[in-house]
Each structure stands twice: as structure tokens, then as C-alpha cells.
């Protein structure tokens, strides 16, 4: 799977969803994701906001879901921590069935 093709999954689930995603189970489920791989890879949200170049307190929002994330800064995301984009973006559509 490739980035052109895994933003096209973003953007048609995007568009599937009326309600604003901030909001959705679905949403919820990548942030799960976003937070296991953080924990997992043992960094620190301090850590892992020094290499986005924003605040910890950034960080915190958007794992707690009040700030919505855009697919850009959830690439960034990853690399930052080493998880590979398009298997986390797998295995979100596997969880949401």
C-alpha cells in the first residue's frame, strides 16, 4: 500500500462520516492507536513534542481528541516515532471492520 492510496482511504472515510470527526468512535480508535504507539515505543509526550516542534500540552489535546488531527501531522506523528503510517492507517480500517 502506498500514500497516495492511503489517502484516499482517509479522504472517503472522511466523507462517509456526516458527524464531525472529532467527535466519532472512529476518530477514537486513531487515537487509541496513535496513544498504544507512543506507550509502546517508550516516548515520553514531552519527548515526542520536541520532535514535532509543538508543545507538550499539544501533544495531550490531540491524544485526548479535543484538537482534530490532519493527515499530514499524523505522518509526522509516526515517524516521529518510529511506527511505520501505513500500517498504523491498516491497522485502524482493520479495527473499524
Not at 49 to 71: H, N, W
Request: hydrophobic residues 40%.
Amino acid at each position: 500500500m502506498d500514500y497516495a492510496i492511503v489517502a484516499c482511504k482517509l479522504a472517503a472515510m472522511a466523507k462517509s462520516k456526516r458527524r464531525k470527526t472529532i467527535y466519532s468512535n472512529d476518530y477514537e480508535e486513531l487515537l487509541e492507536l496513535l496513544r498504544e504507539g507512543r506507550r509502546r515505543t517508550g516516548v515520553q509526550q514531552t519527548e515526542l513534542a520536541a520532535k514535532l516542534k509543538i508543545t507538550q500540552s499539544s501533544v495531550s489535546k490531540f491524544e485526548l481528541g479535543e484538537r482534530i488531527m490532519d493527515p499530514v501531522l499524523l505522518r509526522d506523528w509516526c515517524k516521529a516515532l518510529g511506527v511505520d503510517f501505513v500500517k498504523l492507517v491498516g491497522e485502524w480500517d482493520r479495527r473499524l471492520g
